[in-house]
Each structure stands twice: as C-alpha cells, then as structure tokens.
C-alpha cells in the first residue's frame, strides 16, 4: 500500500472501488474525485475495480471515500 511517485510534484495512488459495472459508473466515479483539491487525473476501470488517481500530494483517504461515496460507490481501500 505505497503511492508511487511519476514525475517530481506528483503522487499515483491506485484505490478498488465496488459497485462500477460499466462505462457511466467509470465516469460518475472519476469526476467526483477530479473535484478533490490537487488531483491533476483519474482512471476508472470498471472491470476490475481499481481508480488511479494522480495528485500533487498524497490524499487523505476521507477524501476519496467522500467522493466515491458521493458517486454512489464504495471504497474498499488502497489497492
């Protein structure tokens, strides 16, 4: 469970998250999470689960599970 670092000033952090079973779901997902303070890029996979997020500095995990919930899904934690 450690971020990994892309290029200096940025963070990737890979997140499972329940419920996403198609392209809508993806989207709905990845722009709640684009509205967190710092986060320059999300990719949500519906099939397997998994949400790259790419942001400035670590994220809180409240945060992120604020915004998958306000998407109507559920964080399962850090993949």
Do not use: N, Q, W
Request: charged share 20%.
């Amino acid at each position: 469970m450690t971020a990994e670092t892309d290029t200096p000033g940025s963070v990737t952090a890979v997140y499972k998250v329940s419920g996403m079973s198609c392209g809508h779901c993806e989207g709905s997902v990845s722009s709640e999470i684009s509205e967190i303070p710092g986060v320059s890029s999300v990719k949500a996979v519906a099939s397997s689960g998994e949400v790259t997020v790419v942001s400035a500095a670590p994220l809180g995990e409240e945060a992120v599970r604020a915004a998958v919930d306000e998407a109507g899904f559920e964080l399962v934690g850090r993949a």
